[in-house]
């Protein structure tokens, strides 16, 4: 589990407060990259676009469209944001793949962090456009009086439990990922080192095909944090 450790990059010793760390690096490149494409990629705005533009354009189309058809009317004021939360765990997925590098989004600090700013942003907007009324979001109305009080408690806990299972969901995907992919590199290297080469053709397949498979769930994770996010902005916005 080395590959998870979190080392700062000058000074050595412990991590401290301020210090510059290999997921300090790894986010600022993800950060540089999104802005290499979303910025630089699009600044000629050609009528044929390049490929970079192209890629920015689908980029953006396809969270447009999950906004849109996901949160509904009146949510496109939030559509920067939830680009935003996107993009960021898309590259810093992605970008953990490459064989050397560090995955932030595989500790629950990044991720938990993301997802308890989601968490503030919903509840925040909910009483904003609804006042107190957005409590009754949490009442259901159409239940029978003596199983309300039951519904309202398993709404409460439901609701306060969003951002423990929104962070988890993504963090423990990239970090059991990872950790498979190195069990396999293992075993390869073993069987290597054993003399046993025509073997290592096994665990070498299943290292070709769970990279693969880890690159959809980079990007499988990153979709389904924003459409949860989309979600939770929905309930925020419409309550129902």
């Known amino acids: 589990m080395d590959q998870f450790v ?9 991590v401290q ?27 000629g705005r050609a009528l044929v676009p390049t490929r970079v533009q192209s890629v920015a354009e689908l980029l953006y189309g396809f969270v447009r469209q999950m906004v849109e058809e996901v949160a509904g009317e009146g949510s496109m004021k939030y559509f920067p944001y939830i680009f935003t939360l996107f993009a960021f765990i ?3 997925n992605m970008l953990g793949m490459i064989p050397g590098s560090f995955t932030p989004t595989a500790h629950i600090a990044v991720t938990a962090t993301l997802a308890l700013a989601v968490f503030i942003t919903v509840t925040v907007i909910g009483f904003l456009r609804h006042g107190t009324h957005f409590l ?24 306060f439990v969003r951002p423990v299972s929104h962070s988890i969901r993504l963090g423990a995907n990239m970090l059991a990922g990872h ?50 996010t989309c979600v939770y902005l929905h309930d925020a916005l419409h309550m129902h």
Not at 20 to 41: D, E, F, P, Q, R
Not at 203 to 214: C, H, I, N, R, W
């Open 179 to 228: 950790a498979v992919l190195k069990v396999f590199a293992g075993l390869f290297a073993m069987v290597i080192a054993g003399g046993l080469g025509p073997m290592a053709v096994v665990p070498l397949a299943a290292m070709v095909g769970l990279t693969a498979f880890e690159f959809l769930v980079a990007f499988i994770q990153a979709y389904v944090f924003a459409i949860l």
């Open 136 to 159: 009754t979001f949490f009442w259901p109305k159409e239940a029978p009086g003596w199983l309300r009080p039951v519904l309202c408690v398993i709404e409460l806990i439901s609701y």
């Open 90 to 92: 898309l590259f810093s």
């Open 17 to 43: 407060l301020l210090s510059i760390t290999n997921s300090t690096l790894w986010m600022a490149i993800s950060v540089l990259a999104i802005t290499a494409l979303t910025v630089w990629g699009t600044s």
């Open 6 to 14: 979190i080392k700062p990059l000058f000074g050595g010793g412990e």
